[in-house]
């Protein structure tokens, strides 16, 4: 549970900063997120990644990414193997949807 929050409450910092670089930006009405699970070891299923990664959803949801997670038209999971440690992490990336 600690993690969770934490994962939730880095999500929402990461997204509030990117968020303030533009000065136009306006929450998502719609949107497809992409998550990449970036590990060196042993890869979670893809069907797994999911549940690991609902506390960086909903930090999104936090720090008003979009009004509420039912927009989200779409969630891609994939997982890539990486040679470095610091290459090492989940990637998110949102685009607004049609």
């Known amino acids: 549970m600690k993690?969770?929050?934490?994962?939730?409450?880095?999500?929402?910092?990461?997204?509030?900063?990117?968020?303030?670089?533009?000065?136009?930006?306006?929450?998502?009405?719609?949107?497809?997120?992409?998550?990449?699970?970036?590990?060196?070891?042993?890869?979670?299923?893809?069907?797994?990644?999911?549940?690991?990664?609902?506390?960086?959803?909903?930090g999104l949801t936090d720090a008003k990414a979009w009004s509420d997670d039912r927009m989200i038209q779409s969630i891609q999971f994939s997982t890539v193997r990486v040679k470095s440690v610091s290459d090492c992490g989940v990637l998110l990336t949102i685009t607004e949807s049609p």
């Open 3 to 58: 993690a969770a929050r934490h994962d939730r409450y880095v999500a929402a910092t990461l997204a509030m900063v990117e968020m303030r670089k533009c000065a136009s930006w306006e929450p998502f009405r719609k949107a497809t997120v992409t998550v990449e699970w970036r590990g060196r070891g042993r890869l979670p299923d893809v069907d797994n990644i999911g549940g690991r990664t609902k506390a960086f959803i909903d």
